[in-house]
């Protein structure tokens, strides 16, 4: 029996930014032009955090049970370990994606945009079908489009929509920039995992572009966000704070440049991670304040 903490641990705590962030940055935008609910923004938290608990339970399930997990590095893994029944663990994504499903329904119900039930609808099977199923779009290198589009323009927009039934330049501003953060983290992740990725036959964007243009992309993705912050300190100039998540970027940016490799890279994701949430804190707080 997996202890708690192993459960814990399953959830991949240190992903969560990539779920926090855009939520925040959001409801920033929505607090930009005087319609921040806090009902709504919670709720949508809620949704977000949720779904990616549910996503780290169904790939630890289904990259499990096809063996993928059996000689990868990084996190630790309940069904790969055999610390835990895979069915349990299916289990777990099911009851995570059900509080996902009913916070959604809630905060549809009081933005009265129902037409969002089929949006919602999309998420929960793109959290499940990441890995699951028999031809899941993760092993298809879509994994990365996903997570911009999910992680990005759905999580950022659609907490500022249902708050205001608006979109902002601001928020697709907002919107990219957390969309690329999050494919940083993802490259980085499958940039570690390439050699067991090929092995187990699990085809990622990195796989596809091999070491050296993984990298160079990575490096990519990680700047977009802070030119967004200059075209956006153009308005609000407190916004040029978040240049204050530059050094952490730079941590992480440091060993992909320089060519780390496999458990030399975990603390990329770490830094990476936790640069998006303090860039999104800084932006939310000069929006509000703005």
Known sequence: MATVAQWISGTRPRTLPN????????????????GFDPTRSLLALLVSVALQIGVNYANDYSDGIR?????????????????AN??????????????????????????????????????????????GGRKPYGYSGLGELAVFLFFGPAAVLGTLYVQTGEITGIGIGGAIAMGAFSTGVMIANSLRDI????????????????????RRL?????????????????????????????????????????????????????????????WAVVTTATLVLG
């Open 195 to 214: 050699p067991t990725d090929r092995q187990a036959g699990k085809r990622t964007l990195a796989t596809t572009l091999g070491d050296k243009d993984s």
């Open 86 to 131: 895979p069915k349990a663990v299916r289990a777990a994504a099911f009851a995570a994606l059900a509080v996902a499903t009913l916070a959604g329904l809630a905060l549809i119900v009081l933005s009265g945009r129902y037409w969002m039930v089929l949006f919602g609808a999309v998420c929960i099977a793109a959290a499940w079908f990441y890995t």
């Open 218 to 278: 990575y490096l990519a993705l990680i700047t977009i966000p802070f030119v967004i912050t200059l075209a956006i300190g153009l308005r609000e100039p407190l916004a040029l704070l978040a240049f204050l998540a530059l050094p952490l970027v730079v941590l992480g940016a440091r060993r992909v440049a320089k060519g780390s490799k496999g458990p030399d890279l975990i603390p990329v994701l770490q830094h990476t991670g936790l640069a998006m949430l303090l």
């Open 67 to 83: 063996g993928t997990d059996a000689n990868r590095v990084g996190p630790f893994r309940l069904v790969g370990s055999g610390a």
């Open 19 to 34: 779920s926090i962030a855009p939520v925040l940055v959001g409801a920033g935008a929505a607090h930009h032009i005087d």
